[in-house]
């Protein structure tokens, strides 16, 4: 079953992660029944998580409510936020949401130290903000890659790839994302490290349409699941 395949693999990711010391915090992925027979894989129950990744551009105070609320699949080791929820009916992906939003700072060692002590992440960073007057600053730098394809429609591919926050940019891209393949790609070329996990990432069938397959567009081949022997 789809759905319990996409829980899987982000889920999985979270114990690569956590073996690589990338992970700070995380929220355990799973299947929420909705009508109709359709199925929400996410991290929570709660619709009003979705008003925060609508705005377009968001400013760090977006960042921090993000992490206070914990509206997150995982919260990186250094400050980064991923999340990742999709939607399946009958056996295929109708909608998903991956976004990587960058950490909008860096810190020093003596900051993230503080978390040892019993600080939280989000007091290190509501300090270190306010400290350097950056609450009211634009964020730069976020991947957003959606799939909908109830709302495709010219110049609104199916699958599309938002880049800093731009909402009105969306780059063709061939197909629906698999989790795998979404958290490979960040961390190759944000982390320097590849993914390596007991099954390789799923492909799913094409929903570019021809126009958009001649202009320039994001590709990637299809390739079936399979179990990565030793890992």
């Given at each position: 079953m789809i759905a319990n395949e996409l829980a899987r693999d982000i889920n999985e990711i979270k114990q690569f992660l956590d073996r690589q010391d990338l992970l700070m915090d995380w929220n355990l992925s799973k299947i929420v029944k909705l009508d109709k027979g359709k199925r929400r894989i996410t991290w929570t129950e709660d619709d009003a998580f979705i008003l925060v990744f609508n705005s377009g551009c968001m400013k760090v105070e977006d960042y921090l409510q993000i992490v206070r609320e914990r509206c997150f699949s995982y919260l990186l080791c250094d400050g980064a936020l991923v999340q990742m929820t999709y939607a399946v009916r009958y056996g295929s992906i109708t909608n998903h949401r991956l976004l990587y939003l960058p950490c909008p700072c860096d810190f020093a060692e003596e900051e993230m130290e503080g978390l040892s002590e019993g600080e939280s992440f989000d007091d290190v960073?509501?300090?270190?903000?306010?400290?350097?007057?950056?609450?009211?600053?634009?964020?730069?730098?976020?991947?957003?890659?959606?799939?909908d394809y109830a709302a495709a429609k010219p110049g609104h591919p199916v699958t599309h790839v938002h880049l800093s926050g731009f909402s009105s940019c969306r780059i063709p891209v061939t197909a629906p994302i698999s989790p795998l393949l979404f958290m490979g790609f960040i961390l190759r070329h944000f982390y320097k490290t590849e993914l390596v996990t007991r099954y390789k990432p799923t492909c799913y069938p094409s929903s570019i349409e021809p126009k958009e397959r001649n202009s320039l567009h994001l590709h990637h081949e299809e390739q079936r699941a399979e179990a990565v022997p030793g890992a």
């Open positions: 960073i509501t300090g270190h903000l306010e400290r350097s007057a950056l609450k009211e600053a634009r964020m730069a730098g976020q991947i957003r890659i959606d799939c």
